[in-house]
């Protein structure tokens, strides 16, 4: 046995071709793949209390930040993203591409939801009039930002499985704030209900409400 390799007379086997199944040189597998359970317990977690809503509900706490930077057209509205940022500390980063990858698409449903995406009802039966891809405007590739940069600040926590910390919905939770404040900075307008279409925007610089 030599690190990643064991060692038999004159034959090598190496512990990734053992761990994904061994197979012959006609590709006929020889072994399955390892495989392996285990179980993780957050330790102090505890309901509310029912009187004060007070209690330890969470092992540990996720933080990040979200900036954008985006431009309007004011004579019709329509919002054109230059960047998007996204800083998180959520401990040890086991798989960076993975985890880069859950962050942008948390990021990409936001920002659907925040300018594009909402339903439209009949005023008489209340029926849901744009229950199809073509009328409920999804995110394309062409509205994404010319530029995602995505950052993590890895402290590792001493709870969580290798240091790690969430990392599920954490991508999501401010970019629909990040995006009203900078609407804001380029128009001077607020806005309370999502989401902020291009309609809204002309309507609301052309004085409307």
């Known amino acids: 046995m030599d690190e990643d390799k064991l060692i038999y007379n004159d034959k090598i086997l190496r512990w990734s071709d053992l761990a994904l199944g061994y197979k012959n040189p006609d590709g006929s597998a ?7 359970e285990g179980h993780f317990v957050a330790k102090g977690v505890q309901n509310p209390d029912p009187e004060t809503g007070q209690g330890n509900a969470a092992a540990d706490w996720t933080f990040g930040s979200v900036g954008v930077e985006l431009g309007i057209d004011k004579t019709t509205g329509e919002v054109h993203l230059y960047r998007l940022l996204n800083t998180i500390d959520a401990g040890t980063i086991i798989n960076p591409q993975m985890a880069r990858d859950q962050v942008l698409g948390a990021m990409t449903m936001v920002l659907g939801s925040s300018l594009t995406e ?13 229950n199809n891809l073509v009328d409920y405007k999804i995110m394309g ?5 010319d530029e ?9 926590e001493e709870s969580g499985p290798y240091g790690a910390k969430g990392l599920g919905e954490h991508g999501a939770v401010s970019v629909a704030p990040a995006v009203l404040n900078a609407i804001y900075d380029a128009t001077g307008k607020d806005f309370y209900e999502l989401p902020v279409t291009a309609e809204k925007i002309l309507k609301a610089l052309e004085g409307g409400e």
């Open 148 to 156: 995602v940069l995505i950052d993590f600040v890895q402290t590792p």
């Open 141 to 145: 590739i062409e509205d994404m930002p």
């Open 30 to 36: 020889l072994t399955t793949p390892v495989m392996g």
């Open 118 to 130: 909402g339903l439209v009802f009949s005023e008489d039966k209340g029926k849901i009039r744009n």
